[in-house]
């Protein structure tokens, strides 16, 4: 496998992943009523695992994690699409770390998190089509 440090940045991301991408699901969801991009980031949120989710488990150490709280840029949203955009930023960054550090364990979890990442990106470029359209 891979030693517990390494772990710990793995499950760190994974959650950032899978938190970042709901936040847009669920925009694209309840806001813009979009089915087609909300199932597509459903699917993506449930492709973003590692078989070795227990082992990465039990590496998490979130009271001693030294950037806990959080910079006066997270707290910072001035509309809906400022939340988009960081939750968007955030997933695609932690699909990233993942792909990197996943080679460590798996070719194949590593080649999912890049197909995670790209279609992000896709994703991405979908909202700004759609807010443009709605001005």
Same mark, same amino acid.
């Given at each position: 496998?891979?030693? *517990?440090? =390494?772990?710990?940045? /793995? #499950?760190?991301?994974?959650?950032?992943?899978?938190?970042?991408?709901?936040? @847009?699901?669920? /925009?694209?969801?309840?806001?813009?009523?979009?089915?087609?991009?909300?199932?597509?980031?459903?699917?993506?949120?449930?492709?973003?695992? /590692? #078989? +070795?989710? $227990? $082992?990465?488990?039990?590496?998490? #150490? @979130?009271? =001693?994690? @030294?950037?806990?709280?959080?910079? *006066?840029?997270?707290?910072?949203? $001035? #509309?809906?699409?400022?939340?988009?955009?960081?939750?968007?930023?955030?997933?695609?960054?932690?699909?990233? @770390?993942?792909?990197?550090?996943? *080679?460590?364990?798996? /070719?194949?979890?590593?080649?999912?998190?890049?197909?995670?990442?790209? +279609?992000?990106?896709?994703?991405?470029?979908?909202?700004?089509?759609?807010?443009?359209?709605? *001005?």
């Amino acid at each position: 496998m891979t030693d *517990k440090k =390494n772990l710990r940045i /793995i #499950d760190a991301n994974l959650n950032r992943l899978r938190e970042g991408i709901r936040v @847009v699901e669920d /925009i694209f969801r309840y806001v813009y009523d979009d089915k087609p991009i909300a199932s597509k980031l459903k699917s993506l949120r449930h492709l973003a695992r /590692i #078989d +070795e989710y $227990t $082992t990465i488990l039990s590496t998490r #150490d @979130v009271e =001693n994690d @030294v950037l806990r709280e959080s910079i *006066k840029s997270e707290q910072n949203r $001035t #509309d809906l699409f400022s939340i988009l955009i960081a939750n968007f930023k955030r997933a695609q960054e932690s699909a990233r @770390v993942l792909e990197e550090l996943s *080679k460590l364990i798996s /070719i194949k979890a590593s080649e999912n998190f890049k197909y995670i990442r790209y +279609e992000l990106y896709s994703l991405e470029t979908a909202l700004t089509k759609i807010t443009s359209n709605s *001005k």
